[in-house]
């Protein structure tokens, strides 16, 4: 059965600081793993895909990198701000067609103090 | 802008009172889906629609109804057959090659029964 794992589950560090958030995931066959950030009582908004053939993606100040075979993922935002305090959750997708599913992790609670 | 309009806000019934949740989506995406939120949780599939006419059950489809009779359209009706209702619903769209294409969520509806 996959499981997404993240760690920690909240994360409170001062502005300016470079910081990494995990995502481990307990199947390699995905065929892709996706970072999202969600903001009290909203939606959550997509940051980055990572295709199961590519090592990473990035986009602005954060980096997210894929290890299918240790079954790791990682987010790295650089020079951190207030604003970017946020829960941020992976998710990766599982199985084809009709079968396919994304599993979720519960989420890195992150805040970013002034 | 495209994006996932989800109303209500925020919703209260009472109990043994059915109620439908509205989706509605102008990014001209195939796939829609329906997930719950509740706190400590993953998010968790409700259903899912990859066409029109046609849609599949998530984790936990019991006592809930779907329907998708346009491409932009995919209501949830909860209804009194649901054991424990209350909880941040979010309905999500995608592009049918799900593969490469993420998901874009909507701000979700808090339902509350009581």
């Known amino acids: 059965k996959q499981e997404v794992t993240q760690i920690p589950a909240a994360l409170s560090v001062p502005e300016g600081e470079n910081l990494v958030l995990n995502c481990s995931f307990t199947?390699?066959?995905?065929?892709?793993l996706q970072w999202f950030r969600q903001d009290p009582g909203k939606g959550l908004t997509s940051l980055l895909l990572i295709q199961s053939s590519q090592r990473e993606q990035t986009s602005g100040r954060l980096n997210a990198s894929l290890d299918k075979s240790s079954g790791r993922s990682t987010l790295y935002i650089a020079a951190s701000q207030p604003g970017d305090s946020a829960t941020y959750l992976c998710?990766?997708?599982?199985?084809?067609?009709?079968?396919?599913?994304?599993?979720w992790g519960l989420g890195t609670s992150l805040a970013v103090n002034p | 802008d495209g994006g996932i309009t989800q109303s209500p806000k925020y919703l209260f019934r009472k109990e043994g009172q059915n109620v439908t949740l509205s989706c509605e989506q102008n990014l001209n995406h195939d796939a829609m889906y329906w997930y719950r939120q509740d706190p400590g949780q993953g998010l968790r599939l409700i259903y899912y629609s990859q066409i029109v006419n046609d849609f599949q059950k998530g984790d936990i489809a019991e006592g809930y109804s779907v329907s998708r009779e346009k491409k932009e359209s995919f209501p949830l009706t909860v209804t009194s057959a649901q054991k424990n209702p209350t909880a941040f619903y979010l309905c999500?769209?995608?592009?049918?090659?799900?593969?490469?294409?993420?998901?874009?969520f909507g701000n979700g509806t808090r339902l509350t029964v009581t």
């Open positions: 999500a769209s995608s592009s049918i090659n799900f593969y490469n294409s993420p998901l874009h």
């Open positions: 998710a990766a997708l599982r199985g084809a067609g009709n079968n396919r599913k994304l599993i």
């Open positions: 199947d390699s066959a995905i065929y892709n």
